[in-house]
């Protein structure tokens, strides 16, 4: 069964930085695209940044320059380094990649930027 798992999610000040991580396990054969959403209290989910397999990325304008994406594929994992946080990226981050052409979705981990 595959699995997409997030981690480095926590609380940090204004102006800090965090690095979330995204995990595949699991029965894969191939990963292609891969991203982040985040979804704020009372907002809808908005899409933050992907990357695809052969490492080109995009970004939302809210977070460009800010927040940069990567990937290991050696270890199928997707990252979303996050500098100069703002109370305004506070929300749960969820990763999600093309495993196999199937969509999966991470669980979610909750950033919180506040003083």
């Known amino acids: 069964q595959v699995q997409l798992v997030e981690s480095g999610g926590g609380l940090v000040q204004p102006g800090g930085s965090l690095r979330l991580s995204c995990a595949a396990s699991g029965n894969i054969f191939s990963i292609g695209g891969t991203g982040w959403y985040r979804q704020a209290p009372g907002k809808e989910r908005d899409w933050v940044a992907d990357i695809t397999s052969g490492g080109k990325t995009n970004y939302a304008a809210a977070v460009k320059g800010r927040f940069i994406i990567s990937r290991d594929n050696a270890k199928n994992t997707t990252y979303l380094q996050m500098n100069s946080l703002e109370p305004e990226d506070t929300a749960v981050y969820y990763c999600?990649?093309?495993?196999?052409?199937?969509?999966?979705w991470g669980q979610g981990t909750q950033v919180t930027v506040s003083l």
């Open positions: 999600y990649g093309a495993i196999d052409s199937i969509h999966y």
